[in-house]
């Protein structure tokens, strides 16, 4: 008898190069500086923590992490604008940090824009804090924005 699966509940997978095109059109989505398929292949290549959350068939959200050396960095987390505020991103980011601590990692690191209230919200409710600043860290519409560094204990 072989097990069958419910397309219907959201699961969790790993990221694959044949995924890339659909993240892309949410990533374009969702920021106003989106990674290309470049920077998406390359953390594949690299052997980054590459997930993806899918409902139904549909990626509904993804996440990239490193880890390595007793810490991971989380350099992306991203939800499908249309299923914004359902609690994905904190599913993504509970998956995200279960892995980490599987590998060991006790802290777990991250930059966000200071104008992404909704992002910097969602780390402050799972026990992120702010740890520092990197100056002139992202591309913004008129120049560069600074990033906030935000850590939290995994241990
Ligand atoms: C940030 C992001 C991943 C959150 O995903 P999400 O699935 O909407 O988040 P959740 O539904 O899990 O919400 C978790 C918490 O985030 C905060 N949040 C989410 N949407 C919010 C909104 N519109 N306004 C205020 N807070 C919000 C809340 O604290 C929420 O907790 P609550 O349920 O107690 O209100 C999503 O908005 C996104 O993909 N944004 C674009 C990409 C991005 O900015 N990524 C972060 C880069 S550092």
Not at 77 to 88: D, E, K, N, Q
Not at 138 to 148: H, S, T, V
Request: glycine fraction near 8%.
């Amino acid at each position: 008898m072989s097990a069958q699966v419910n397309e219907a509940l959201p699961r969790f997978r790993p990221m694959v190069e044949a995924d890339i095109v659909v993240i892309l059109e949410i990533e374009e989505s969702a920021y106003t500086h989106p990674w290309t398929e470049t920077i998406f292949s390359d953390c594949l290549r690299a052997g980054y923590c590459c997930w993806i959350l899918e409902a139904e068939g549909f990626i509904i959200g993804y996440g990239i992490m490193t880890v390595g050396a007793g810490e991971c960095h989380l350099l992306n987390l991203c939800v499908r604008p249309a299923m914004h505020r359902r609690g994905i991103g904190g599913r993504l980011l509970e998956h995200l940090t279960d892995l980490a601590r599987e590998h060991h990692a006790e802290v777990m690191l991250l930059e966000v824009r200071p104008s992404n209230a909704v992002a910097r919200r969602l780390y402050y409710n799972n026990g992120f804090n702010e740890v520092g600043m990197r100056r002139n860290y992202y591309p913004a519409g008129n120049g560069r924005e600074d990033a906030l560094i935000m850590a939290r204990s995994l241990v």
